[in-house]
């Protein structure tokens, strides 16, 4: 439990709301049981029961995070049942056969509209409860045929839900996949646009049996309660079968 | 000094045949503190319209990147009078829906909950000429009688260049620069986010460019580094503003104080002057490019030679001709040339002697007459 709070101390915060939070990681180390662990946050906080969950997925079908989440003990099935849980299946939904339905945009102004009708329909002591995922947004890249342009006007929308509704954005990216690129990249954009940001590394002195890597976070907490601490914290992580343990460097023998 | 100084620039406004001062502000992800001194600016200058101390007499703010709900709350924080606001402030909405999806889907954005008097909302940012034509429409809603001026703030200027061209968005500033019923402009960007054409077109645009620099620098600039994560972390909170504004003889000024990140806001921590950044710049070498105190002190003494006219005694200008009264002013020349100096007084003296009475005096001839114009 101690070890579990260590990354929800360096979040700063009992829950999300009004914040664009991104995670980003590297093909040696994924930040995958980051989201997995925001979204288990999200939808098992007892204080928030009201929370709702839509989830924009690129990169898994929901079988997927349905087996992870079970193991962390979250049942997606039955939240999905409650409508708690919205899961918009971008794999099956517009890729099945090419560019069918996608149109110039690649989709993502009619998911944007999805995204939008689901919040309008929901109860109003629901609406500043949603936090809305995207997993990931180098795919969505692929999807909108490589126009960061477009990905940016998604997310730009997305953010324009924070100030109407006061939900909050989680989004994965991966920063390798942006090096060696001229400027402007799409992974730059996203940190200035995010409050929050989570960076999965693997350790500067190479491979552990421990310590699988380490994870920076940044907090740009426009909260004024909140500015001075956790500001940038840095700690290690070792990935279990049912859980994570988060400890500071040289905390291990 | 230096935030002081643009707060006074923006408030003083044109003069009469000039285009508008126009600041920039820029900052990097190593140093992400110019969002915040961009706010400073937009709440200090909307605190001076609103007291009626500003030669503009209202401001007309573009937003690309909040709504107008969190700068009319930003404004309220910080003290302002937001009740009388439709009296000073207008916001063009390029935020809650700048391509006009949500239009498509019927929806309508949150500035619908504002008044219509204050806030606009601009559906398609890709045309920038009516961008222009909206601007200038809510300014003029503050022309009560005669000619007013008013101020224009743009939020980020990242997000236009990426709804519409370099060249159009240039055009569009210096649109706003000439137009002779806009007091002043200012705008914000990431530099890290512009081509490097991109920011110098902007900054050869703007009188004053004010850019946020790390305190701290490192040489790869990775966060990754948890040796540096206390320093790091500094560089949150903390930076250094670097002004540079171009006066109208073409002189550059260049200024820098430390900032401070507050609950309130931005602090000015401490003032450094622009004598010392001249110092700075002063190349190392051997021998003494600059006056010692006591050789700049002397230097205040000595009287020119315009300066001892009308003491009393005759006015001498120099005509080309000997004068008549020559011999009797003249001092005996020594060998060197140098006149007697004052040393009881302290004061210097220049006083000119002709080489020898060999050398004729001027003549009537035209002295140019060599010449093929």
Redesign the interface.
């Known amino acids: 439990m101690e070890t579990r709070s260590l990354l929800d101390e360096a979040l700063g915060l009992q829950h999300l709301t009004g914040r664009v939070l991104l995670l980003e990681d590297c093909v040696e180390t994924s930040a995958a049981f980051v989201l997995h662990h925001l979204l288990k946050r999200s939808l098992s906080q007892p204080l928030h029961s009201s929370n709702v969950v839509v989830f924009v997925a690129f990169a898994q079908p929901f079988s997927h995070y349905d087996r992870i989440l079970r193991k962390l003990g979250c049942n997606l099935a039955a939240h999905r049942n409650d409508n708690k849980f919205v899961f918009f299946d971008m794999l099956r939904d517009f890729c099945p056969d090419g560019d069918n339905g996608k149109g110039n945009d690649g989709g993502l102004v009619s998911l944007y509209g999805k995204i939008l009708k689901t919040i309008s329909a929901l109860p109003q002591e629901n609406k500043n409860c949603v936090t809305v995922m995207i997993d990931d947004v180098s795919l969505m890249e692929v999807s909108a045929k490589g126009s960061t342009n477009l990905v940016l006007d998604f997310l730009h929308y997305c953010h324009t839900l924070i100030s109407e509704f006061g939900c909050s954005l989680v989004m994965l990216n991966h920063e390798d996949i942006y090096s060696g690129m001229g400027r402007p990249t799409l992974i730059l954009q996203m940190e200035y646009l995010a409050d929050i940001l989570i960076k999965a590394e693997p350790l500067a002195t190479g491979l552990a049996s421990d310590v699988h890597g380490q994870l920076t976070v940044v907090n740009r907490s426009i909260d004024d309660g909140e500015r001075s601490r956790n500001k940038l914290c840095n700690f290690h992580f070792k990935v279990k079968e049912n859980n994570v343990e988060y400890f500071y460097p040289g905390s291990r023998t | 000094m230096a935030m002081e100084w643009i707060c006074r620039a923006l408030r003083d406004g044109a003069l009469e045949g000039e285009h508008a001062p126009a600041l920039t502000i820029k900052d990097f992800?190593a140093s992400?503190l110019g969002f915040d001194v961009f706010t400073h600016f937009l709440s200090h200058h909307s605190t001076n319209i609103s007291a009626g101390k500003s030669q503009s007499r209202g401001l007309v703010l573009v937003a690309f990147s909040?709504?107008p709900?969190?700068y009319l709350d930003l404004l309220s924080k910080r003290g302002l009078p937001i009740a009388s606001s439709h009296h000073w402030i207008r916001i063009l909405d390029c935020?809650?829906?700048?391509?006009g999806?949500?239009d498509?889907?019927g929806?309508c954005?949150?500035a619908t909950k504002l008044s219509y008097d204050i806030a606009s909302i601009c559906g398609n940012v890709k045309d920038v000429d009516s961008l222009f034509s909206l601007i200038i429409s809510l300014g003029r809603g503050f022309v009560v009688q005669g000619k007013v001026r008013f101020c224009v703030a743009i939020d980020s200027v990242?997000?236009m260049l990426?709804y519409a061209s370099l060249s159009s968005v240039a055009g569009l500033i210096s649109s706003l620069r000439c137009c002779d019923q806009i007091s002043s402009i200012f705008w914000f960007c990431?530099a890290?986010?512009?081509?490097e054409r991109a920011t110098s077109t902007l900054e050869y645009m703007s009188s004053m460019v004010a850019s946020i620099e790390p305190l701290i620098q490192f040489a790869n600039g990775q966060?990754?580094?948890?040796e540096n994560?206390s320093l790091?972390?500094q560089n949150?909170?903390r930076g250094k503003l670097h002004l540079r504004c171009k006066r109208r003889n073409g002189r550059v000024r260049v200024m820098f104080e430390e900032i401070h990140?507050g609950?309130s806001g931005i602090n000015v921590t401490s003032t450094s002057f622009e004598g010392v950044i001249n110092q700075g710049l002063v190349p190392k070498v051997q021998f003494s490019l600059q006056l010692s105190e006591k050789e700049l002190k002397d230097r205040a003494n000595v009287v020119l030679p315009f300066e001892h006219q009308g003491n009393g005694k005759p006015v001498q200008i120099y005509d080309g001709r000997k004068s008549l009264t020559d011999s009797k002013y003249e001092v005996a020349p020594i060998p060197n040339g140098i006149s007697d100096i004052d040393k009881e007084s302290g004061k210097g003296e220049i006083i000119y002697f002709r080489d020898s009475e060999d050398e004729m005096p001027d003549s009537d001839e035209d002295p140019d007459d060599d010449l093929d114009i």
């Open positions: 992800m992400p909040r709504s709900s969190f935020y809650t829906d700048p391509l999806w949500k498509q889907m929806q954005g949150s990242n997000e990426r990431h890290d986010l512009c081509e966060i990754s580094n948890s994560l790091l972390d949150f909170t990140l609950q």
